[in-house]
């Protein structure tokens, strides 16, 4: 089955510099993935996602993602940060890499994101 | 709005009782799905559904009980047997592929 891992546990950026959080998973084909994003007790919000075709793919509130075949990675970005970014964000994927609808997903551990003024 | 909510936000509960979490969706999805998240540990899911009348065990689903008798509603019932309750409920539905979470709800057990 499908395992994800994001490596940094924390991160910290000072405003208006860029922010690059790193995932990776296991399974070898091209796997569909997802980038979520949480505030301190609230529910997860939906950041982008990657199917198939390009690549790089745009998402909310001004946040990218590059899939990379070769490294087993989607990493996430944003050129600059604001301070409402401060937030935790999850990697996730489902069983397989498989579209499918009602698929279980496999989580990141997250990445705690903490802006300096 | 379609959407899912989670009630109540904050619970508190005496060890050994009982207690059910709510959570409804108006987004006609046919799957949804109970995660538990502490600090540091990211999300655990507990259980889900794929659809009515029909449901799965996550990976920790000792302890909790669900049921899945109308597409809109999963409630989840965290029995006396759960060792550790204390936690953040999470709520997701999907119809295609991603999944949707409501606001969650924080179940504090003394």
């Known amino acids: 089955a499908q395992s994800v891992t994001q490596p940094d546990i924390h991160i910290t950026v000072s405003e208006g510099a860029s922010l690059e959080l790193r995932c990776n998973y296991s399974?070898?084909?091209?796997?569909?993935l997802f980038w979520y994003v949480q505030s301190p007790g609230q529910g997860l919000q939906l950041l982008l996602k990657?199917?198939?075709?390009?690549?790089l793919v745009q998402g909310i509130k001004g946040f990218e993602a590059e899939f990379k075949r070769s490294q087993s990675s989607f990493n996430l970005r944003k050129p600059s940060v604001h301070w409402s970014d401060a937030a935790e964000y999850f990697c996730?994927?489902?069983?397989?890499?498989?579209?499918?609808?009602?698929?279980?997903?496999?989580f990141g551990g997250g990445t705690r994101v903490l802006v300096k003024p | 709005d379609g959407g899912i909510t989670q009630s109540p936000k904050y619970l508190f509960r005496k060890e050994g009782q009982n207690v059910t979490l709510s959570c409804e969706q108006n987004?006609?999805?046919?799957?949804m799905y109970w995660y538990r998240q502490d600090p540091g540990q990211g999300l655990r899911l507990i259980y889900y559904?794929?659809?009515?009348?029909?449901?799965q065990k996550g990976d920790i689903a000792e302890g909790y009980s669900v049921s899945r008798e109308k597409k809109e509603s999963f409630p989840l019932t965290v029995t006396s047997a759960q060792k550790n309750p204390t936690a953040f409920y999470l709520c997701?539905?999907?119809?295609?592929?991603?999944?949707?979470f409501g606001p969650g709800t924080r179940l504090t057990v003394t």
């Open positions: 399974y070898g084909a091209t796997p569909y």
């Open positions: 990657y199917f198939s075709g390009d690549t």
């Open positions: 987004l006609n999805h046919d799957a």
């Open positions: 559904s794929q659809i009515v009348n029909d449901f």
């Open positions: 996730a994927v489902p069983p397989y890499g498989v579209k499918a609808a009602g698929n279980k997903l496999t």
């Open positions: 997701a539905s999907s119809g295609s592929g991603e999944q949707y």
